[in-house]
């Protein structure tokens, strides 16, 4: 590979802020030079700056940096990495596309927008051609790339081999980790010993997302897939990794061992990446897998695991929210740009 990429991360004291850092600390690919946040952190070292609670230890090439605030002005990347809450991301993220920059977004800002990629690399690599679209749209010699919702991201990534059967109808019942609300996101009161069966505006990203994740790019737009999804999300007192429930309909009728057997051959090809985990999806055949506190951390918490396939077609999914979910799944993007030249 060229000379490593100089990278900033945006947001770097929260909890995927945090994510990042761990990530991109030994990456061999992205060197980081900037780690920013709120004014109220700015101008501090970083391990004084940022509460560090991964169960990871801080890593010392970061401890030392001095927090810089959020502004193209003040960093020096050739890409930055968003964890910033998206009503403040849509002004800043354009800013440093502006400016030239590559964003790699984790928010939900422009995860909408019709000339923005939102990519699962083993899902849908060819919608990368969207930035093109996206730099003759709006002028900027950078770009911004964002990976979905935390929910999406898991059920999506098993969809992707049953396409083949014609996808008709997903039905899908989530059981969230609290570290998806962040780290002030649930009081603590609210919920120990409870289920809370609402996360405002979850289930509409959760509904919309894979039909552009799994449409067909044509050159200058992405046609959403014809599919149906309906959702119903949940919190629940689990500290890291999603599980989902999910009831699939399939034109092709496939039996549960012909769905088992197209997990096993799933095969992306991204091996060359270095986050992306050997097996992305991890068929679990004990009766009462996947779990979070047993499965999340498969593929240093990037792979997806499933489980309870039965006909119907019926079947369990779990996945790491804060790394699979939210920055892992960012860096995995930044490394499919780099690798097909867009950094």
């Known amino acids: 590979m060229a000379e490593t990429i100089k990278v900033g991360v945006l947001g770097a004291t929260g909890a995927v802020g945090q994510r990042f850092v761990e990530a991109l600390a030994e990456h061999p690919w992205f060197e980081i030079s900037a ?116 929910t999406t991201i898991m059920f999506t990534l098993t969809l992707k081999p049953l396409m083949q059967f014609g996808l008709e109808k997903v039905t899908i019942a989530s059981m969230q980790a609290i570290s998806g609300a962040g780290y002030d996101g649930i009081p603590s009161m609210a919920i120990l010993e409870n289920v809370v069966p609402y996360i405002g505006g ?49 034109r092709d009728d496939p039996t549960p061992e012909q769905v088992r057997q197209a997990f096993l051959d799933f095969d992306p090809g991204l091996s060359e990446l270095p986050t992306e985990p050997e097996h992305p999806i991890i068929v679990r055949d004990e009766p009462d897998r996947p779990q979070p506190r047993l499965d999340r951390n498969a593929g240093n918490g990037m792979s997806v695991s499933v489980g309870r396939i039965r006909e119907g077609i019926r079947y369990i999914v779990m996945g790491h929210n804060t790394i699979r979910g939210a920055a892992g799944a960012s860096v995995l993007n930044a490394e499919l740009m780099y690798k097909k030249g867009y950094l």
């Not at 997302?209 to 999804?229: W, Y």
Request: aromatic residues 6%.
């Open 202 to 250: 979850e289930e509409e990203k959760v509904e919309s997302e894979p039909l552009k994740l799994l449409g067909e790019f044509d050159g200058s737009e992405v046609i959403p897939a014809e599919f149906n999804v309906s959702a119903s999300c949940h919190r629940v007192p689990v500290m890291d990794g999603h599980l989902e429930a999910l009831w699939v309909g399939m």
């Open 35 to 150: 780690l920013a946040a709120s004014g109220r952190s700015a101008g501090r070292k970083y391990r004084d700056a940022a509460n560090w609670r991964l169960e990871s230890q801080m890593p010392e090439a970061a401890a030392d940096v001095e927090v810089v605030p959020v502004d193209a002005k003040s960093i020096d990347a050739d890409l930055v990495f968003s964890a910033l809450p998206s009503d403040y991301a849509e002004t800043v993220e354009s800013g440093f596309a502006k400016a030239g920059c590559v964003v790699a977004s984790n928010a939900g800002a422009f995860r909408t927008e019709p000339d923005v990629p939102l990519m699962i690399p083993e899902v849908n690599p060819e919608h990368l051609g969207l930035i093109d679209v996206q730099r003759d749209n709006r002028g900027w010699d950078g770009c911004i790339v964002t990976n979905p919702n935390c």
